[in-house]
C-alpha cells in the first residue's frame, strides 16, 4: 500500500553519482565565494605540519606498525579516533551547528564487500608505499619528489576503479 | 620555541590534532573527514572519459582539493622551517630487519635506498612506485574511504562498516610486510 501523503523526494542524479563510495556526501546550501575553501586549506596547512612532525608519513614508521614493534602509530590512530569519537558526541549531544548556522549531520556508513576487497588492495599498498592518500600529499611536500610518481599512480587507480566499478562485487 | 616545535612530536600530540579534524571539518562547513576522495575529484576534474562515475560536479566537493593543498603546503613549512637534524629514531627490531634488507639510511622520513629517482624505472621501483600507488588508489575508493575517512571518521562515528574496513587494511598490510615485502626488499 503505498502512502499517498509522503511522494517520493526528488532525485539528483549529480548528487546520486557524486555519493557513490563517496565519505563526505553533505550537500551544503548556501552559495559561497571560492575563497571560503581556503578555511580548509588553513587546517590542511597545519595537518601537513603534524604529519611531518609525527613521523606519520615516514615509511618507517608504517614498518614498524605493522611488524608491531613500535607503539607510536598505533598511540596516534587511537588518540585520534578517541578525541574525534568524543567530539561526535558532543556535537550530536549539543546538537552544534556549523559557523554557517546549518545543522551538522554525519551520514551513517552502509557495508558493502568493497570495504573488505578494496580494503586489502589498500592495505598492501598502504605497506609497499609507506603512504594513505594523505600522506602521498605530505611526502611530496616534504621535498620527496619521487612520491609524485607514487601519487599519479593513485590517481591511475582511483581512475580504473571507477572505469570497472560496474563489473565488481560490492 | 622554535627548538622545541623542531623536536619530533609525541603521538598524542599528533592523534589530538588529527582527531581535532573531524569536528573542525564540521563547523567550518558540515564537512565529513576524508582524503582518498580528493584523488576522484581530481580524476572527476581532468579525465572523466566519460564514465559515469566521474561524471558529477566536482566543483561542489572542491574544499576536499583546498583542503589536500592545505597538506601539501604544511609540509612542505614543516619539512623547511621544522625539520629536525638528527636521524630517525627506528624500533632496533626493526632496524636490523631492514638493515639485513640492505635498507640502512634512516637520516630521512623516507628510505633514499627506495624511494629515489634513479629507482623509479627499475623492477624494484615498479612495485614500490607504480604498484604500491595503484593498490592504495584503487583500493581506497573500492573500500569507500581510506584511514582518515574509516579508520579515523568512520570509528570516531561508532560506524561497524569502518571497523571492517579498517581491520582489512590492517590484514592487507600485515600480510604485505610480513610475506610480500622480504622479496620485495631484494629486487
Same mark, same amino acid.
Given at each position: 500500500?503505498?502512502?499517498?501523503?509522503?511522494?517520493?523526494?526528488?532525485?539528483?542524479?549529480?548528487?546520486?553519482?557524486?555519493?557513490?563510495?563517496?565519505?563526505?556526501?553533505?550537500?551544503?546550501?548556501?552559495?559561497?565565494? @571560492? @575563497?571560503?575553501?581556503?578555511?580548509?586549506?588553513?587546517?590542511?596547512?597545519?595537518?601537513?605540519?603534524?604529519?611531518?612532525?609525527?613521523?606519520?608519513?615516514? @615509511?618507517?614508521?608504517?614498518?614498524?606498525?605493522?611488524?608491531?614493534?613500535?607503539?607510536?602509530?598505533?598511540?596516534?590512530?587511537?588518540?585520534?579516533?578517541?578525541?574525534?569519537?568524543?567530539?561526535?558526541?558532543?556535537?550530536?549531544?549539543?546538537?552544534?551547528?556549523?559557523?554557517?548556522?546549518?545543522?551538522?549531520?554525519?551520514?551513517?556508513?552502509?557495508?558493502?564487500?568493497?570495504?573488505?576487497?578494496?580494503?586489502?588492495?589498500?592495505?598492501?599498498?598502504?605497506?609497499?608505499?609507506?603512504?594513505?592518500?594523505?600522506?602521498?600529499?605530505?611526502?611530496?611536500?616534504?621535498?620527496?619528489?619521487?612520491?609524485?610518481?607514487?601519487?599519479?599512480?593513485?590517481?591511475?587507480?582511483?581512475?580504473?576503479?571507477?572505469?570497472?566499478?560496474?563489473?565488481?562485487?560490492? | 620555541?622554535?627548538?622545541?616545535?623542531?623536536?619530533?612530536?609525541?603521538?598524542?600530540?599528533?592523534?589530538?590534532?588529527?582527531?581535532?579534524?573531524?569536528?573542525?571539518?564540521?563547523?567550518?562547513?558540515?564537512?565529513?573527514?576524508?582524503?582518498?576522495?580528493?584523488?576522484?575529484?581530481?580524476?572527476?576534474?581532468?579525465?572523466?572519459?566519460?564514465?559515469?562515475?566521474?561524471?558529477?560536479?566536482?566543483?561542489?566537493?572542491?574544499?576536499?582539493?583546498?583542503?589536500? $593543498?592545505?597538506?601539501? +603546503?604544511?609540509?612542505?613549512?614543516?619539512?623547511?622551517?621544522?625539520?629536525?637534524?638528527?636521524?630517525?629514531?627506528?624500533?632496533?627490531?626493526?632496524?636490523?630487519?631492514?638493515?639485513?634488507?640492505?635498507?640502512?639510511?634512516?637520516? $630521512?622520513?623516507?628510505?633514499?635506498?627506495?624511494? $629515489?629517482?634513479?629507482?623509479?624505472?627499475?623492477?624494484?621501483?615498479?612495485?614500490?612506485?607504480?604498484?604500491?600507488?595503484?593498490?592504495?588508489?584503487? +583500493? #581506497?575508493?573500492?573500500?569507500?574511504?581510506?584511514?582518515?575517512?574509516?579508520?579515523?571518521? +568512520?570509528?570516531?562515528?561508532?560506524?561497524?562498516?569502518?571497523?571492517?574496513?579498517?581491520?582489512?587494511?590492517?590484514?592487507?598490510?600485515?600480510?604485505? #610486510?610480513?610475506?610480500?615485502?622480504?622479496?620485495?626488499?631484494?629486487?
Amino acid at each position: 500500500m503505498k502512502d499517498a501523503k509522503t511522494p517520493d523526494p526528488p532525485v539528483d542524479p549529480d548528487f546520486e553519482q557524486r555519493s557513490l563510495d563517496a565519505v563526505c556526501v553533505n550537500e551544503s546550501q548556501l552559495q559561497h565565494p @571560492w @575563497w571560503h575553501n581556503l578555511k580548509y586549506t588553513a587546517w590542511g596547512l597545519m595537518f601537513g605540519v603534524v604529519f611531518v612532525k609525527t613521523e606519520i608519513i615516514s @615509511w618507517f614508521r608504517i614498518q614498524e606498525m605493522f611488524r608491531f614493534e613500535s607503539f607510536h602509530m598505533y598511540g596516534v590512530i587511537g588518540t585520534a579516533v578517541l578525541v574525534g569519537a568524543m567530539s561526535v558526541i558532543l556535537i550530536k549531544r549539543l546538537k552544534a551547528r556549523t559557523m554557517h548556522g546549518e545543522t551538522i549531520v554525519i551520514h551513517p556508513k552502509e557495508f558493502n564487500k568493497g570495504q573488505i576487497y578494496g580494503g586489502l588492495i589498500f592495505g598492501l599498498g598502504w605497506a609497499i608505499t609507506g603512504a594513505c592518500p594523505g600522506p602521498l600529499f605530505a611526502q611530496m611536500g616534504a621535498g620527496f619528489g619521487a612520491i609524485s610518481i607514487t601519487f599519479l599512480f593513485a590517481v591511475v587507480g582511483t581512475w580504473v576503479y571507477g572505469l570497472i566499478r560496474e563489473r565488481l562485487p560490492h | 620555541m622554535l627548538e622545541f616545535l623542531k623536536q619530533p612530536w609525541p603521538w598524542y600530540v599528533g592523534g589530538a590534532l588529527i582527531g581535532l579534524t573531524v569536528p573542525i571539518l564540521l563547523i567550518l562547513g558540515n564537512k565529513t573527514f576524508g582524503i582518498s576522495s580528493s584523488l576522484r575529484h581530481l580524476c572527476a576534474a581532468c579525465l572523466p572519459a566519460k564514465i559515469p562515475y566521474f561524471m558529477y560536479d566536482w566543483k561542489k566537493e572542491a574544499w576536499n582539493l583546498f583542503f589536500v $593543498a592545505g597538506v601539501l +603546503g604544511g609540509a612542505m613549512l614543516a619539512a623547511n622551517f621544522l625539520s629536525d637534524p638528527n636521524p630517525l629514531v627506528v624500533a632496533e627490531s626493526t632496524k636490523t630487519y631492514l638493515a639485513e634488507k640492505g635498507i640502512t639510511d634512516t637520516s $630521512a622520513l623516507l628510505p633514499a635506498e627506495i624511494f $629515489a629517482w634513479e629507482n623509479v624505472l627499475s623492477l624494484r621501483g615498479f612495485f614500490f612506485f607504480v604498484v604500491g600507488g595503484f593498490c592504495v588508489g584503487f +583500493g #581506497t575508493r573500492y573500500a569507500g574511504g581510506c584511514t582518515s575517512g574509516h579508520a579515523i571518521m +568512520g570509528l570516531s562515528n561508532l560506524q561497524w562498516p569502518s571497523l571492517i574496513a579498517t581491520m582489512s587494511f590492517m590484514v592487507g598490510g600485515v600480510v604485505m #610486510t610480513w610475506f610480500i615485502l622480504p622479496y620485495l626488499l631484494t629486487l
